[in-house]
């Protein structure tokens, strides 16, 4: 497998379009298992279509293990694509199918034989080798066009393009775990694109959040949802997103609807004056039925329960928040106190991170 | 889902019962009728049972239009079949193009079988018609009245040009509904375009494919108006198929018996085929 670099690849699809991807660069490492997340239209789609050689990007380079590749077509640069729709051979069997990327590339007859074999155990398809593909469900098609992807010996990397959308809820998990094994079997260098948070955060190790054709962040899964360094992270990630105030800096505390909040000054440098914005998520939020130190005051809207924990709705002020409150802690029933935990109090201008 | 029975709707389905029942049913029975007695005039008639359907079987000249028309079905369906696809591929996906070509194509299809018929039988004539002329002056004594092979050859030609458009219109609108990603695996999977199109395309157009070959095989086996306005089956018998046969036999000599069991034998022949051929193309499908 091997190491994927994309410098400053831009790309529109007609001249006076907007740039659906915008001037990104980035490393797939080799091995590594990343995802890419944004919502529909953010240009994930197109980023992969420009790693697999569909589409050649308006401007940028591409280079795999290093060797320039931003002309080759996709069947030179030995990148596999698994689709938002399973893609079969409907009148090959699943042998033929997966045999099919090995005989178009006049593998010897035996070898292409052991390479199915060995493919097919590692993904459970051994007993259905005979069967015809298009009588396969869903989720089995889709493990069949893995499969294809994962079966050329020299497959530099596989990319995935939100392959469980159309994938039955209760086997998407399997399809996760057989992922995740083939990973480790084979070390693939992986990119997996989806706008679902769930599946990317427990996918890949290491996950590009982006927006409108732009980078906005990339990071492990932990350090999204502790660190957003965008705004915009803060919203996407998370569920609910992060809560946002505005607010001022005075000194070394923070200003937020005329009440005041302590905040550790040497997470930033000074910012100066001007408008900001207070971000921290609904988990980090601690609410209480009695004033505690520098606790603010809250009306409480609604409570629902989801399970291990309450999503509980509260006004501060004007200002709507969102608190998550762990099963078995008592909910204050129309005030309460909302503490602000220092450490986990992020800081933004014009939707960036202060740091 | 919770189905209610209303009995009235049956009172909806009436007319069009009505309307098949004389297009269809009744004239079908008055066939069966004819078909097992000798008429001699209005109210003279004698039960024959199966004689006539014996006869009919036996009949050497039925035999000869039976081998032409079989002959005639399947040279068209191997000519108009890949040439429609091949047509389909070759079309224009965007702009302009793609409208011109449709209309191009579909204008063939909107012209009416004895004014083709005319078309041809003018453009084919060596006096007055460009075609006749043309091969004229190149050398040859093409002569589709004199010349059996000649006489083919015309009407091959001629119902190319009427019905290829059919299966490129049929395939065209397969081909549109092939999703893209097909196309994209295929190319990482690094399949030439012919594996694109033996393991992509064309198990795709199977189903329009059979449904364009059903279409054709039927309609080219009852193919009547064409060869009567531009040959009349002749020269000789080189050009008498199975409907004109039977015409003449009914409207041409009025033998009212033997041609209702010729009806009812064609009938059968054409509706076996199209079984065994559509069993055939859909055979794949159970597995």
């Known amino acids: ?355 | 889902m919770n189905r209610t029975e209303h009995p009235r709707a049956w009172w909806l389905v009436l007319p069009v019962l009505l309307v098949v029942a004389f297009s269809a049913l009744i004239p079908l029975m008055t066939v069966v009728n004819y078909s097992v007695q000798d008429i001699f005039g209005p109210g003279q008639r004698v039960f024959v049972g199966s004689e006539w359907f014996r006869e009919i079987l036996r009949d050497s000249r039925l035999h000869a239009a039976f081998g032409r028309q079989l002959m005639f079905s399947a040279s068209i369906l191997m000519i108009e079949i890949p040439l429609g696809v091949a047509l389909a591929l070759a079309m224009p996906t965007r702009g302009i193009g793609v409208s011109f070509t449709l209309v191009i194509l579909a204008l063939p299809l909107l012209v009416p079988w004895n004014v083709v018929g005319t078309i041809w039988q003018i453009f084919g004539r060596a006096d007055i018609g460009l075609g006749g002329a043309l091969l004229r002056a190149l050398g040859s004594d093409y002569n589709y009245a004199q010349n059996a092979a000649d006489a083919w050859v015309t009407l091959l030609v001629m119902d190319v040009w009427h019905w290829t458009s059919l299966v490129a219109l049929l395939g065209y609108a397969g081909l549109r509904a092939i999703p893209e990603a097909c196309y994209q695996a295929a190319h990482i999977d690094g399949a030439s375009r012919f594996a694109i199109f033996r393991h992509v395309e064309l198990p795709k157009l199977r189903g329009v494919l059979t449904i364009a070959l059903l279409l054709r095989l039927m309609d080219s086996f009852v193919i009547y108006t064409e060869p009567f306005v531009l040959t009349g089956g002749g020269p000789g018998n080189a050009t008498t198929f199975l409907s004109q046969y039977l015409t003449k036999m009914a409207v041409g000599q009025f033998d009212l018996g033997p041609a209702a069991a010729f009806s009812l034998i064609y009938f059968l022949v054409i509706l076996a085929l199209c079984f065994v051929l559509f069993s055939f193309m859909t055979a794949g499908d159970e597995r």
């Open chain 1, 1 to 355: 497998m091997a190491r994927i670099d994309i410098e400053d690849v831009a790309h529109r699809y007609t001249a006076d379009a907007a740039w659906a991807v915008d001037a990104l660069t980035h490393s797939f490492r080799d091995g590594s298992a990343s995802a890419i997340l944004g919502p529909s239209g953010c240009g994930k789609t197109t980023l992969l279509s420009i790693l697999s050689g569909l589409l050649h990007p308006t401007r940028g380079t591409l280079r795999i293990d290093g060797r320039e590749a931003t002309g080759l077509p996709p069947r030179q640069r030995k990148i596999a694509q698994v689709f938002q729709f399973p893609v079969v051979y409907e009148a090959m069997t699943v042998f033929e199918n997966l045999a099919f990327p090995l005989r178009n590339g006049g593998m010897a007859k035996d070898e292409v034989k052991t390479r199915v074999k060995a493919t097919a155990e590692l993904l459970g398809l051994t007993a259905s080798l005979d069967r015809r593909a298009s009588g396969l469900s869903a989720d089995e098609q889709q493990i069949v066009s893995l499969g294809r992807g994962l079966i050329r010996p020299d497959t530099a990397a596989l990319l995935l393009d939100e392959p469980l959308t159309v994938i039955d809820p209760l086997r998407r998990w399997e399809i996760r775990q057989k992922l995740r094994h083939v990973h480790q079997e084979t070390n693939a260098t992986l990119v997996y694109v989806t706008h679902d948070q769930t599946e990317a955060l427990t996918f890949a190790d290491e996950v590009v959040v982006m927006d409108q054709g732009r980078v906005m962040q990339v990071g492990t899964p932990r350090e999204l949802f502790e660190t957003p360094k965008h705004a915009f992270v803060g919203h996407f990630i998370g569920s609910p997103g992060m809560n946002f105030l505005p607010c001022r800096l005075a000194g070394r505390e923070l200003l937020v609807d005329g009440h005041r909040l302590p905040v550790d000054r040497n997470a930033f440098t000074d910012p100066g004056s001007g408008e900001l914005e207070l971000g921290i998520r609904p988990e980090f939020l601690e609410l209480a039925r009695e004033e505690v130190d520098g606790a603010l005051p809250v009306r409480i809207r609604s409570a629902s329960a989801l399970g291990d924990h309450h999503l509980v709705r509260v006004a501060l002020g004007e200002r709507p928040l969102q608190v998550r409150v762990p099963d078995g802690t008592p909910i204050p029933t129309e005030c309460g106190f909302l503490r602000f935990p220092p450490e986990w109090i992020r800081l933004y201008r014009d939707g960036r991170l202060l740091t």
